[in-house]
Every structure is written in C-alpha cells, then in structure tokens.
C-alpha cells in the first residue's frame, strides 16, 4: 500500500491564482481530511468527507473547496489564492474507529 | 466540543534521559480514542501512540509509554532512554468513538529537543 500520497510537495503561487492540491488514499478509507498547519496554531480542519459524494466543512474551510467523487481521492482547489494561505497542508484518511494516517504534506508558498 | 490542552510550547532532554509531556483534555464522552503523534523536521506525522478510554492498561510501545488518567482527563507521554531521532514536535489528538464522529482534535503541540 502507498499509503496517503499528496501533490505536488512544494508550490509557490502568486496572488489570485488558482489551483488543486492533490490526495490519494489506497486503503479503502471512508473518511478523508484536508487540514493546514501554521507555527503555534497546531492542525486546523481545512474539509473533510465522510464518504464519496458526501464533504463538510471543518474549522476553516473560507477560500477552499473540497470534492469527492470516488473513495480514493480528495482534492482540495484554492479558488483565488491569497498570502493568508501560505501554510503547510495535510491530507489524511482513516477508517471508523482507528487512527488518522496522513499524506507527507504540501508546502504552499502565496506571494 | 472537544478540546485538546498541550501546555508546554518547548521542553528539552538529555539523551539517554527520561521525558514526560503533557496532555489534557475536554469531554463529555465516555467512549473515545487518544494519540500521541511525532512530526520530525521531514514533516511527516507519525502516530506514536494509541489508547482507548475503555481500556485501564496504559498503552506502551517500546520506549514510549502512556500515563492515561481518565477521571483527570489527562493523557501524557513518556518517552524513555531518549535518542537524537526523538527531536520532533508532538501532538496529542482525541476522537469520539462513536457513529458520527469524523474527526480529531489536536492540541498545539510540544516541540521536543534532544541534546547530546
């Protein structure tokens, strides 16, 4: 199994651009997570799902949509970027009733 | 809602020593899960530690164990004959074990540094 794979690992963005963060998951996981991870602030919750067809927000969801249309990927697009999202992003994935595996993160640079 | 309280922002250790970081926690629930997970300056997290609260035995694994108080509400890590590759930050994360509950709560973490 690979696991929680993300892309791209770094990108760098101008202000207003748009784009799609990438997440795959091969462990047949109902429930999948996009959180980002600022210095002091710990992991906030970005989006998650519940299964396919079925997204939530979570505790910061303003500038980011999230779409599931099969059990295996998430992706997460940023709509218009701007410098308040650069942040690292994590995607994860688990099942009912065990621990969160995640993705090796995405350094995003909005200059 | 729950909350996840990690209280110390920074601690250090001598290698070979002994550590202990903290953990406290919110909830009106009865059936949950906690973790303790590692992020090493690669980034990736990695789960340490998992306890049930069902459960009275604390969890260990290897040099790591756990001290889980459950009418404390308290859930720290032990970290034993610690080693250069323990230098991470680490969080303490709680989930309801129940239907319905999707998601962890994290704490802010503690960021560990081991000294030679």
């Known amino acids: 199994n690979a696991g929680v794979t993300q892309t791209p690992k770094f990108q760098v963005l101008k202000t207003g651009q748009s784009m799609t963060l990438q997440c795959a998951q091969d462990?047949?996981?109902?429930?999948m997570s996009w959180y980002r991870q600022d210095p002091g602030m710990g992991l906030r919750l970005i989006h998650y799902?519940?299964?396919?067809?079925?997204?939530d927000q979570g505790e910061v969801p303003n500038g980011y949509n999230v779409s599931r249309s099969t059990t295996e990927d998430f992706p997460l697009r940023l709509l218009s970027a701007a410098p308040s999202q650069t942040s690292v992003y994590f995607c994860?994935?688990?099942?009912?009733?065990?621990?969160?595996?995640f993705g090796p993160g995405t350094r995003l640079t909005v200059t | 809602a729950q909350t996840v309280t990690q209280s110390q922002p920074e601690m250090s250790v001598q290698e070979a020593e002994t550590v202990t970081l903290s953990c406290t926690y919110d909830?009106?629930?009865?059936?949950?899960?906690l973790f303790w997970y590692k992020q090493p300056p690669s980034r990736q997290m990695i789960l340490v530690i998992r306890?049930?609260?069902?459960?009275?035995q604390n969890a260990t694994e290897n040099r790591f164990s756990v001290n889980f108080q459950k009418a404390a509400k308290s859930f720290s890590l032990k970290i034993s004959d610690s080693q250069l590759g323990d230098t991470a930050m680490y969080f303490c994360?709680?989930?309801?074990?129940?239907?319905?509950?999707?998601?962890?709560?994290f704490g802010k973490g503690t960021k560990l540094s081991v000294i030679p």
């Open positions: 462990m047949n996981h109902e429930y």
């Open positions: 909830t009106s629930e009865n059936n949950y899960y």
């Open positions: 994360a709680f989930i309801y074990s129940g239907a319905g509950s999707y998601q962890l709560t």
């Open positions: 306890q049930e609260a069902y459960k009275q």
């Open positions: 994860a994935s688990r099942r009912q009733g065990s621990e969160q595996y």
């Open positions: 799902s519940v299964g396919a067809g079925i997204t």
